[in-house]
């Protein structure tokens, strides 16, 4: 059976025809696999972003001296700036009790670099109990629906290649106590040929697709759901959620629908609102949250010139300190904006990898050198787009601490000594004796369920205070 004629002519058009060239190797169901995912490809839109991102540099514009450093809510020093902080905090709860917050999770990654199978969100992590990082939000979620006696729906978005283990992982865990959780997944964009902007074919009926990055969560939030029901943010407009809490799976610190940062980014009337930490050397891997030309913008610190990320302020610290973490606040009604127009949608970005694929011969190819582009979005390119923002700063001792690495920095490890850490703070501010090495960390590890404590106020009202702890302990 020849493929269709109008597939053919379509693939021709762009250059593509080599996509078929197995066809007659094919059995009929490895045939309409292949022409499923061809047809879905669009072509126009990659002929412009191999023309701007393959053929020409592709690499941004540099910074220049219209870049200056973002406002900024800075942490509180002042009575004042704590007595802000506090009614900020109570707008957040009340929009939280109201029903009018919801949590998008973004985990549509594995635990390659871990060294582990599987959704990197079923990682065990924590110190003591080994629970997974799915388990510590989902329960930081529950804990936060009970204190303010509304659900907060969570929607996860995973990927093509882990969303069934994701579902059944929350499946068998009874979705940890959730009572509204809903999956959605990323979308999917060809790898081409570094050379010649061809796309590869990861098998004779197989393109390469790769996941589309985290600015893809927007246009999947639009996408019609499973059979063509309402898509997710059409459930979020008939639940009544008005703002969106947005971070990625890997950070265990991080302080889920944060009532003081909700409130903040309400009392902004912001439509997009980013949390920062201060950057702690030229060459930190974090975006970095900048001014340019009065308007904000994100530039990865790979695109920041060296001088640039290097400048510092008078009393020594950088210019240019405020690096994003990934956590973000959203309206609705912002997304839908940028869904729905699309003079708005995203930028794609290029990445180099290393992709394997069919050659000419018909043999899979492991290539040891990067060989192919891969597009990507990036939520933070959402950012200029927002009529009115707010970007506020937090404390990395006590929220910032991600999983990416197997050893060394951000590995398990590290993130252990963190949680504990922090746990360890909350059991002194409760009145009870915890050892400290001469560094500060603490020498065995320490854990506190969300469903205990969700933070160390709560902690302060269950524990007795003149307790010694000097053996790891677990709280749940």
């Avoid at 762009?14 to 060239?21: I, K, P």
């Avoid at 050379?195 to 927007?218: E, N």
């Avoid at 240019?320 to 606040?329: D, E, N, T, Y």
Wanted: glycine share 8%.
């Amino acid at each position: 059976m020849s493929p269709d004629a109008e597939l053919i002519g379509r693939l021709e058009r762009h250059g593509q025809g080599h996509l078929l060239r197995w066809w007659g190797e094919l059995a009929n169901a490895q045939r309409a696999r292949l022409a499923a995912e061809v047809a879905a490809i669009d072509l126009d839109q990659l002929d412009r972003l191999v023309a701007e991102l393959v053929r020409a540099d592709g690499t941004p514009a540099a910074p220049d001296e219209r870049v200056r450093p973002i406002d900024v809510v800075r942490l509180p020093q002042t009575d004042g700036e704590r007595v802000a902080i506090r009614r900020a905090a109570g707008v957040g709860a009340d929009a939280i009790a109201a029903g009018e917050v919801g949590v998008i999770l973004v985990a549509g990654g594995s635990g390659t670099r871990l060294g582990f199978e599987g959704p990197k969100g079923t990682f065990p992590i924590g110190p003591v109990s080994s629970a997974t990082l799915f388990q510590i939000h989902a329960e930081k979620i529950v804990a936060l629906s009970r204190r303010h006696r509304k659900t907060i729906p969570l929607y996860v978005m995973t990927s093509p290649e882990n969303h069934q283990a994701t579902v059944d992982f929350f499946q068998a865990n009874s979705r940890f106590g959730l009572e509204h959780v809903r999956f959605f997944v990323q979308g999917q964009m060809p790898a081409v040929d570094r050379a010649t902007g061809k796309v590869l074919l990861a098998m004779k009926d197989r393109v390469a697709l790769s996941p589309d990055g985290h600015g893809g969560t927007l246009a999947a939030l639009a996408a019609p759901g499973p059979g063509g029901g309402p898509s997710c943010l059409d459930e979020m407009s008939e639940l009544g959620l008005r703002t969106l809490f947005y971070f990625q799976v890997d950070n265990p610190l991080v302080r889920i629908a944060d009532p003081a940062f909700i409130g903040l980014h309400r009392e902004a009337g912001a439509e997009m609102s980013f949390k920062v930490v201060e950057r702690t050397a030229p060459g930190e891997k974090l975006g970095v949250v900048v001014s340019v030309d009065d308007r904000p913008q994100v530039i990865e610190y790979s695109d920041l010139p060296p001088d640039l990320a290097s400048r510092r302020e008078p009393e020594g610290r950088l210019e240019l300190w405020a690096g994003s973490i990934a956590v973000h606040v959203l309206e609705r009604t912002f997304i839908e904006r940028l869904t729905g127009d699309a003079s708005h949608r995203l930028p794609f970005h290029r990445a180099i990898k290393t992709v394997s694929h069919v050659d000419e011969n018909g043999r899979i190819v492991k290539p040891e050198e990067p060989n192919a582009v891969k597009f990507e979005q990036f939520i933070f390119d959402a950012l200029p787009m927002a009529s009115r923002w707010n970007i506020v700063e937090t404390d990395r001792t006590v929220e910032f601490e991600p999983l990416k690495n197997a050893v060394g920095l951000d590995s398990p490890a590290t993130v252990h000594q963190r949680m504990s850490d922090q746990f360890a703070s909350w059991l002194e501010q409760a009145g009870v004796s915890v050892p400290r090495r001469g560094d500060g960390s603490v020498p065995f590890s320490i854990e506190i369920s969300p469903l205990f404590a969700l933070d160390s106020a709560e902690l302060k009202s269950k524990i007795e205070p003149g307790l010694v702890v000097d053996r790891p302990m677990y709280l749940r």
